[in-house]
């Protein structure tokens, strides 16, 4: 008996949490371990489809990096990288859709409704809803940079009660067939911007941003970002990541987390406890 | 870290039970202990609460009797008991309704409000809702029998997400200034009835119905009950507990629960725990 | 006939005032006789359930004192009075709460009801819809002042077609158990604003506002009001009545009126011909 | 001041019927005396405005045989009746329809605005709502029997708050040019059937049905007329508006009322006083 | 075959258009050769409907001065004229409005219900959406000047999906019986201004205005005018057409259209296809 | 002018079909010439957005076996037909829903999009909607059979004036990442029975079914079906085609039709001109 009453302590513990996220929307860009190894791929399909049960509208932005290099190779197609990101030609874009959208986006959203949710999967290309520009002029191929997010598709599938599924693609202005290869993360953060979203959530395989003694700072504030790169304290591949939670918060998105997705349930623990578990970016002291 | 999975757990646990009860309409009679031990009181207000916020829809029906006694001594008023039913003269009844609606009913509403529901008391008087004739042809004076309920009423108070808390008080048939008083067990039978609600849970003081050997019975048949009342099994104060299940249960609800409302978080265990608490009474097998 | 011919033409000198309050708020502050002689709450009732056939939206707030010093007597708890208003002690809260809420609210509401409409009798406390605080820190006990109205309660209530009668209790800020004792003429004004009315109707037992000569003020404007109070024209009593108009029309209510409860269908009158019968308070001249 | 409570008694009378006719349709066919009589043109008006206010919906069908004549002289139009139905001839059917639609049909329809409706007049023609064919294979011309009626049209303007005044003219079938010229009685009776109406009303210029020493019959039951048109109880020009009466409740108008138009007010007296003015026609007794 | 894709590619070269006007408003004045000759009523009657079919909202305002003058004369009443305007006497009126909302409102009505549409007749007089006084201050009897268009009314029964005929007679301000005879050219403009349309068009008699050349200005721009006028390239009765069009430009409708109805199915062509067939005056270049 | 003439009588010949269309849904199976040949493309594009535009509702369901097999080829993986069936491998699978989901089907909505249409890209797996089990136990691999569709999913994208174009993959019963390859014209049948189409348009890459004598048969009626695969006038590839359009008019679909796509326009012309150009096949004669 003494354990069911921890039972209901724990959920009412959520109690706070539930009310305050009832009908928000959330963000989360899903990659990492989280997307690769089985066991975390359940949990993370159950917190989501958890979160959607207690009224919040989640969305989820996935990348794919290592199955567009598995399949590239198989089909001996070369790519390159400058600056971390892919120099995207035609020959790797037609492959890089294929796979963001025809495998892995297909693959999240059978997860998910596979444990009660009903979720949609899409890239920016339906209903042309991303549009983009070649980035720097082009030199980057088919990678490109988002210059508008039309919210108003993806409100319609919330409205609906459907759980969108984003592939990181876009449309060019014109509509067309061409497409451009989209950075995950900087999609999460436009998107949450274009929704008005209560926060958005990127699943990483760090605990969150480190301080120089390696220890997780819990709560970053935007003033202080540029200090702590400017003394390496954030540095590597964790600058994008922080340059991504900016783009949020200063569109207006209240918090931006980084979170460990090597942790089991690392979402529903970091937005239903009060400590959290990773590195939350906001605006205000 | 460990016991943070735990938590994750153990909200993922009450998953399947949040998604079965959406939007689901839960009479809960609320009376005994939990409704005079201050800390019972607390945690059956979260627990009412926690339901609202992942959207099941609980109606509150209560009793008063102590209450009643105490204010009858009070003012030297006389009351008289007979087959454990008062017997409710006119002057008892002006007592019953000040105490039931006017102490007993807004306690609870502000309870529940402070905790953050919008709860809305009221009484049976309230837009008619509860008509009654006198029980037994007049023979326990304005004690009565439900003849009917208006559910529009309560619906529509639901529809407008408020909670509703009601005083098992009834009017007569022509809707005038006379009131009837009710067992507050039959009321919360007859109003998930009425409701087409997916259970009713009567709080009680003991831990359900027990076997024999004073073991909590877990599930309890429709057909069984016969039988174990013959051989008295179940016997005294729990036969009339017993009867309000069946009536609700042959009214379509589809589960009436007895449970020991001396248990912290009692509700919350019965409805969001495989095994539950309490006794579970139902039709089919 | 003619008398016949008579009748269509009272029905047709209704007509300007049907067309002008259709689909207004009109808070009505019922109290006196009106509140306790047999006859004249029969009339009370049918008046209110006129207004809200031809389309008004009538709301109801009731007093109740005698009533409360009854039971006080009765139940030998001393009360204090302090400038003519209760200095309200815990103990006399509770009487305070349960004669209003239980006793007197559910009397007018059956009234109501019994005459063909949908009442619902809350308090206050009922959604927390009125919150106060200590009047003048303490020095009337649980006396209160009104520090919100949550009008979206009524509102939602009036939406659903109910009469709501409202027992003068309001929540503390934190809307636990505790009440507050509210004047019942300052939360009808209050009220009146907070649902942006047309009018507030104040029923008492004086034919209105006099002047030196006791002849009935038909029409006082705001601007006179200071002038009449020190030359003592209005005094006494009537100096809350007015004082609680004048919050209404401060506070945008178009009018508000003092009428005499003993007079047979007062409200009508006053509403539907075009003289009225007592004193309506108003800004503009 | 009795004079004042007699005003307000009037009006408490009035509520039974108000409450009874509340959202219910009637039909009014509009004619005789009420019809060109200033001073009972204006009461009819206010009459009907009265109705809409405390939330009836009428509907107006008018004839205008007099006005008709008048036109049809004045262009030296010769016209032939047979059986006391106009035989209309193509060239009579330009005059009826256009001073029934033109001239009569808009006089009603500014009279009823002028005094607050939004009344909107049509004939039959308007969406092809009315459909007929030639009355006995074309015996009488473009005389014609109405064979469909689309309440929907009717339905919706009184969706919109607007009262029809309709002009008895019909489509062919085909929906063209063609009208038919329809008796206004008849063309009341199946509206009122097609709009499931509470009440058909038909103003004459009569007291209404009379028994054989003159006197009035009050209520005629369904079972009684043909014995009464048998002993030429009812003859001559009441035949057909008894036959339009039973036509009606035949098609489940609750009941058929002839009233005196020459009477002030008739409408309002025969609907809102508990014996009325005139002969109401029923099926049941 | 040949012929098919023919017929494919004018289909789709009626998208953009289809596209353009997709839930828009356009106001028609239907006068001339179009509203009298029969091939030309039924090609006329046929694009109005297609129109309709096709996602726009038409609205027809009509004129009919030759058939008044017809029944004037065979009514021998004397009409006079000034200034190209009727000097409506009071006999006059009542034929005016005979004619036009009795016969030729009503035969617009009836040939576009026949082709399926559900059109309503109506005159400004119901629901008094169009209000007039009298133009000149009355040097021209009943000849108005309109000073209100009340959209609301003509706007619920777009909402209903019908398509309102109007004929051009106004109330006056009292909304009696009074009626003005509008200019259905003006009367056109006002009500495209109050419904916020996207074009207003005017079927005449003419090519659309022409040059000095006599060759056909397909777009004549608005600061363009007043020197055409002055050099007397547009004159005599295209001056208070291109009026009109002004009138509308001014209240922000798109476009103003002078079209040739003449000419066969000349809507259609106006609206769907490129260079259109007549003259589009417009603001800004 | 007179090519003008021509245009509007081609948009009025249309009239009709637009009329009986409207708010219709049409299913349409998008193959062959149609799907590779680039201004085929271009032309069924712009087909479907007129479609949409003019009120209908499409839903597209493609196949895409030429672009599945170069991959396979290109990854070197084999594949192999049983009855010109693929058995299709768990290693096939993940190619064919790779290139039906990620390539194909974001190309064709990317297709719809440039001309103005806002299509959304789904597989069967979204939402789970299409479910399936493996075809003949098994003996095919996951080749599989459709054993329900959940319109609802398709409704709801619908009503937010989505057009949904489907790749042919369904889930498993427990929606897990299993998925499906599934005949994209039985797939279209299915689908257009569950959503009650109105139609269901088979593009091939034949003229339609032709009878002995190599003439194309307009209209088949389901009684002549079976003696003419009998007689083998239907044979081949033909039969399947023929099988799916039973599948669809058995299942109350008014009519199949199968088309030829490499003719321009061939949608439209089968839609909008009265003798289409293809071979309609319908339950009734």
């Given at each position: 008996m003494q354990k069911k009453i921890e039972v209901a302590n724990t959920l009412l513990d959520a109690f706070p949490f539930i009310k305050e996220f009832r009908n928000q929307t959330v963000v989360i860009k899903y990659g990492g371990a989280a997307q690769t190894q089985p066991h975390l791929k359940e949990q993370f399909a159950k917190d989501i489809v958890l979160l959607y049960l207690v009224g919040l509208k989640?969305?989820?932005?996935?990348?794919?990096?290592?199955?567009?290099?598995?399949?590239?190779e198989k089909l001996n197609i070369k790519t390159q990288f400058k600056d971390g990101q892919r120099v995207t030609t035609k020959e790797n874009m037609e492959v890089v859709e294929m796979v963001l959208s025809g495998?892995?986006?297909?693959?999240?959203?059978?997860?998910?409704?596979?444990?009660?949710?009903?979720?949609?999967?899409?890239?920016?290309?339906?209903?042309?809803?991303?549009?983009?520009?070649?980035?720097?002029?082009?030199a980057f191929g088919y990678t490109g940079n988002i210059t508008s997010v039309d919210s108003q598709v993806l409100q319609k599938l919330l409205d609906e009660k459907f759980i969108p599924v984003i592939?990181?693609?876009?449309?060019?202005?014109?509509?067309?067939?061409?497409?451009?290869?989209i950075n995950a993360d900087l999609a999460a953060s436009k998107i949450s911007v274009a929704l008005n979203a209560k926060k958005v959530v990127f699943l990483t395989d760090t605990a969150g941003v480190l301080d120089k003694e390696k220890n997780l700072i819990s709560t970053l504030y935007k003033r202080d970002i540029d200090s702590l790169i400017e003394d390496e304290t954030i540095s590597g591949g964790m600058i994008p990541k922080v340059m991504a939670c900016l783009e949020a918060i200063n569109g207006e998105v209240q918090k931006a987390h980084i979170i460990d997705g090597r942790v089991e349930h690392?979402?529903?623990?970091?937005?239903?406890?009060?400590?959290?578990?990773?590195?939350?970016i906001r605006k205000m002291d």
């Open positions: 989640p969305v989820i932005v996935h990348g794919g990096g290592k199955r567009i290099n598995e399949y590239l495998l892995i986006n297909k693959e999240i959203t059978s997860l998910l409704n596979s444990h009660g949710a009903k979720a949609i999967g899409i890239s920016g290309k339906d209903a042309g809803f991303l549009k983009a520009i070649p980035k720097d002029d082009g592939a990181p693609i876009a449309s060019g202005e014109s509509l067309g067939h061409v497409g451009y290869n690392s979402i529903l623990l970091e937005l239903f406890t009060s400590d959290g578990i990773g590195t939350v």
